[in-house]
């Protein structure tokens, strides 16, 4: 097993969550993002959209890197079965925080592993339920008003100030933040690409 080894794999994103969560297991990898567009819907079930950009997205940087492991992930925020996606000014910001605000919604993250010489390919998808505790319209305006929203599926980032309009979540936090280690770690170890032990 590649134990620590320099660049086990490369990681298909270039998200700074993702980089930093796996940073902290201790793993060597090299970063290559997708250069994959990504399109509304698909027409998929969210579950089977998160999946299958993440496959979308290995695949991509695979064709140009054939002899490596490839990780790759893809995060949607889901709310009455529609996927919110990055807000494109404040004012779609504010809308999906007033939509958010005082309720449940679904972040899932699906991760896909892939060796294009070796003929793998598998991928999984991730469900946290998230709650929102009820915001006021001076929370969404002040909270608007940081930026952070900004490049975040859903307008709001768990993992920064957006942490605290989160009331509680049910399932895994790093799937929130980007990536769900505890499904990632299983998929490296299980190939024998990766192991933070």
Request: with cysteine; glycine share 10%; net charge negative.
């Amino acid at each position: 097993m590649n134990n620590n080894n320099n660049e086990a794999f490369i990681l298909a994103s270039g998200s700074p969550r993702r980089l930093e969560l796996l940073r902290q297991l201790g793993l060597s990898f090299r970063v290559i993002p997708s250069t994959l567009e990504e399109k509304d819907q698909c027409g998929m079930e969210p579950r089977g959209q998160a999946s299958y950009y993440a496959r979308e997205k290995a695949k991509e940087v695979a064709h140009r890197y054939p002899q490596q492991w490839i990780l790759a992930a893809d995060t949607i925020v889901v709310v009455d079965e529609e996927i919110l996606g990055k807000p494109l000014n404040e004012k779609e910001a504010t809308a999906m925080l007033s939509r958010l605000s005082g309720r449940s919604h679904y972040v899932i993250t699906g991760v896909c592993l892939l060796h294009a010489q070796y003929g793998v390919e598998e991928s999984q998808a991730v469900e946290t339920e998230v709650f929102m505790r009820n915001l006021s319209t001076a929370d969404i305006e002040g909270y608007v008003a940081t930026g952070e929203p900004m490049d975040k599926a859903g307008a709001y980032g768990i993992q920064g100030i957006g942490g605290c309009l989160v009331q509680r979540i049910e399932g895994s936090y790093s799937n929130v933040v980007g990536l769900p280690l505890c499904e990632t770690v299983e998929l490296l170890r299980r190939h024998g690409v990766a192991d933070p032990f």
